[in-house]
């Protein structure tokens, strides 16, 4: 009986580490469905390598804010002094008008999951190689 105990005890405390060793990888974002969202909710605008409606993406971490080459931004964009990142993207994200009033985009996206993982998606997809 007391084997039975221990054992329980220590497949729940397995678990538990399990879980909480893998929180992490999870809180970050997952770029597989990043990636996903991107090519259904931001593709008919954006793309990484090109300008369309909206600007490419290629580089797009620690670049400043309206300065991606050969696209026209707003004047508030172009004026404002954000600098892409984790923090600022999700801002970004979740209301653009909100977070730089008079930008041209007019998406949001309300779920931090989905958020999360655009942004990780982003950070590998758009590194210059």
């Not at 879980?19 to 996903?36: D, Y």
């Not at 990484?48 to 707003?74: C, W």
């Not at 008008?97 to 758009?126: C, H, N, W």
Request: net charge positive.
């Amino acid at each position: 009986m007391q084997r039975k105990s221990r054992f329980g005890t220590l497949s729940a405390l397995g678990a538990a580490l399990n879980f909480m060793l893998a929180a992490p990888v999870f809180a970050a974002g997952q770029a597989a469905h990043g990636q996903v969202l991107y090519q259904s909710m931001c593709m008919a605008c954006h793309s990484i390598e090109y300008n369309g409606v909206g600007p490419a993406h290629m580089g797009l971490f620690n670049r400043k804010a309206g300065s991606q080459r050969d696209y026209t931004y707003s004047a508030a964009l172009a004026a404002s002094k954000v600098i892409w990142n984790e923090k600022t993207l999700d801002k970004w994200l979740t209301n653009p008008e909100q977070f730089i009033p008079g930008q041209k985009m007019g998406f949001l996206v309300p779920s931090q999951q989905d958020r999360d993982d655009l942004i990780a998606y982003l950070k590998v997809a758009t590194v210059k190689k």
